[in-house]
Antibody, heavy 117, light 110 residues
Framework: EVQLVESGGGLVQPGGSLRLSCVAS????????MHWVRQAPGKGLVWVSR????????TYADSVKGRFTISRDNAKNTLYLQMNSLRAEDTAVYYC??????????WGQGTLVTVSS | QSALTQPRSVSESPGQSVTISCTGT?????????VSWYQHHVGKAPKLMIY???KRPSGVPDRFSGSKSGNTASLTISGLQAEDEADYYC??????????FGGGTKLTVL
């Protein structure tokens, strides 16, 4: 069974940093592109970032470009999202998702990030 | 990277059908057949319901169907059931390895 479990969320002050993790099980992580998607309170889903299966290619939404970095350690079956220079508008539940054919085929339960002083 | 346009809410009675639209541009919905739909119950992981415009993953009832015409995609749910009540999001590949979601539609089964 495919499982994705996010962690690392919490309360952080504006301008601070946080690193999210997503541990994958039930499949071989190295064979798949992976994404981060977020949902601010009361708002819709927003795509954040994507990483190629071996980590060689990454893309970002304009709203996080230059501040967030997606990475992966396939040996540890783990996807990461390093978030720097956090802003109040980054407050959201962050989901990791497995890509199959440009589709978000499996999702984790999410981890909440709150940016507030 | 503007969000795709969906109605904020739709409602219908059990057993009836409802269609949710998703309007984008020629740079996303109209340009690629990578439109997908997700069901999201609050506090749970989103669930893939339709991919590649009209394909259904294994386990998704055939009451759910998808289509596309020009820059607008649609999700139709027939034979509505109480458990279908949820938020629904469309998503499209937008080129250059970026994706865009719709704003979401709250489905109420009356």
């Amino acid at each position: 069974e495919v499982q994705l479990v996010e962690s690392g969320g919490g309360l952080v002050q504006p301008g601070g940093s946080l690193r999210l993790s997503c541990v994958a099980s039930g499949f071989t992580l190295s064979r798949y592109w992976m994404h981060w998607v977020r949902q601010a309170p009361g708002k819709g889903l927003v795509w954040v970032s994507r990483i190629y299966s071996d980590g060689s290619g990454t893309t970002y939404a304009d709203s996080v470009k230059g501040r967030f970095t997606i990475s992966r350690d396939n040996a540890k079956n783990t996807l990461y999202l390093q978030m720097n220079s956090l802003r109040a508008e980054d407050t959201a539940v962050y989901y990791c998702a497995r890509d199959v054919g440009y589709t978000f085929e499996s999702w984790g339960q999410g981890t909440l990030v709150t940016v507030s002083s | 990277q503007s969000a795709l346009t969906q109605p904020r809410s739709v409602s219908e009675s059990p057993g009836q059908s409802v269609t949710i639209s998703c309007t984008g541009t020629s740079s996303d919905v109209g340009g690629y057949n990578y439109v997908s739909w997700y069901q999201h119950h609050v506090g749970k992981a989103p669930k893939l319901m339709i991919y590649d415009v009209f394909k259904r993953p294994s386990g998704v009832p055939d009451r759910f169907s998808g289509s596309k015409s020009g820059n607008t995609a649609s999700l139709t749910i027939s034979g509505l059931q109480a458990e279908d009540e949820a938020d629904y999001y469309c998503c499209s590949y937008a080129g250059s390895y970026t994706w865009v979601f719709g704003g979401g539609t709250k489905l109420t089964v009356l």
